[in-house]
């Protein structure tokens, strides 16, 4: 076999950076967890000042800077030996409750491979693993992920670009948050609007106990309940609204939720799907974002579809045409992409 020395430089290129990259995950974490990035947003330090600041040990924080530095996630100035945050470091690494907090994927990777030897066997055996069985730091870390996307884009456009839904929910109208995980997007949607009430669910009873409790630390425990149900099981009819973010790709029966979700809604109600940016091509999604997507899926989505009744395992980069098929099927009559980020597509559907 003819090996072209560039294209191999080339490929170990790559490898070295995800190598890096899959090291440094651990260390994003370990800054999340004990503060560092905010520490040091609040001007630049040596390993001695920061330790001080965040109470850690020098001698770690002077190898953990130092791979930061490499990694261009921090700044370094040879010169008097301090390291610093960009506005835009800070901008992403430094505020949980930003519109942009990169941590949050890395916490939520971390988290996920720790499943690795029992998403290895499942791939001999096909058997699933549902969300329910993973760390907790999956749960966790999904919020984090996920919650400044919707912080950003939620009440500002997503919902704006719906068709005459603001105006319901400023008269007070109701809305089923289904597969709401921890409540970040149904404690969004009350601070928004908060004429509104607003009915969170989810099978992950440990999830809705967290949601409770985020509901209470914002002040809208009043206007916001949640209960333990699956998207096929969630209570209540005539909603005028019906959310579901980033989760029918992972449900071993979308077609029976969408169901559900139509029988539940008023007869011109609106169902706004929030899925993950995607291509109904392969190779439309061979790009950073898919591979990120790809490989979240492969662990966290798949598994979860597979681990469920339906015989649906659609995974992250499902695309608009299955997600269009799947609500076509359940009786559904219309159905728009009405609003796109880098990271999401928003869908309108209507009975």
């Known amino acids: 076999m003819a090996v072209d020395e560039a294209r191999l430089n080339e ?21 999340h967890r004990l503060g560092l990035y905010r520490a040091l947003a609040e001007g630049s330090a040596t390993p001695e000042e920061l330790a001080e600041r965040a109470d850690c040990h020098p001698r770690y924080l002077t190898e953990w800077l130092c791979g930061q530095a490499a990694g261009s996630y921090v700044t370094y100035d040879p010169a008097d030996g301090r390291y610093a945050l960009t506005e835009e470091q800070a901008f992403a690494l430094a505020d949980p409750n930003g519109p942009l907090y990169a941590p949050g994927a890395f916490l939520l990777a971390v988290g996920m491979l720790r499943a690795e030897p029992r998403i290895t066997e499942a791939f001999r055996t ?15 870390g999904c919020e ?14 997503w919902i704006p670009a719906l068709d005459g839904v603001v105006a319901r929910l400023v008269a007070g109208g109701r809305v089923a948050d289904v597969g709401c995980g921890l409540g970040a997007s149904s404690v969004l949607l009350a601070q928004a609007y908060p004429q509104a009430r607003i009915a969170g669910s989810d099978y992950h009873d440990r999830s809705i106990e967290l949601a409770r409790k985020r509901a209470a630390d914002a002040g809208v425990a009043d206007r916001v309940g949640f209960e333990v149900a699956s998207a096929q099981t969630f209570s209540g009819r005539g909603y005028d609204l019906v959310t579901t973010f980033d989760c029918l790709h992972d449900m071993g029966d979308p077609l029976g939720a969408a169901r559900h979700v139509r029988d539940a809604l008023t007869p011109d109600g609106t169902w706004m799907i929030v899925e993950p940016a995607a291509g109904d091509r392969v190779e439309d999604n061979l790009n950073p974002v898919g591979r990120a997507y790809y490989g979240f899926s492969t662990f966290l989505c798949v598994p979860n579809g ?46």
């Open 126 to 140: 096909g058997a699933g693993l549902g969300w329910h069985e993973h760390d907790t730091d999956v749960f966790t």
């Open 306 to 351: 597979l681990s469920q009744p339906g015989g649906y395992a659609l995974g992250a980069q499902a695309g608009e045409a299955a997600i269009r098929q799947v609500v076509t099927d359940a009786g559904f009559t219309r159905f728009r992409r009405a609003a796109e980020t880098p990271f999401n597509l928003v869908y309108e559907v209507r009975p």
């Open 11 to 31: 490929f170990l290129g790559r490898f070295v950076s995800d190598l890096g990259a899959t090291v440094a995950a651990g260390n994003v974490v370990v800054g």
């Open 144 to 157: 984090l992920f996920f919650r400044p996307g919707y912080l950003a884009n939620l009440a500002s456009s």
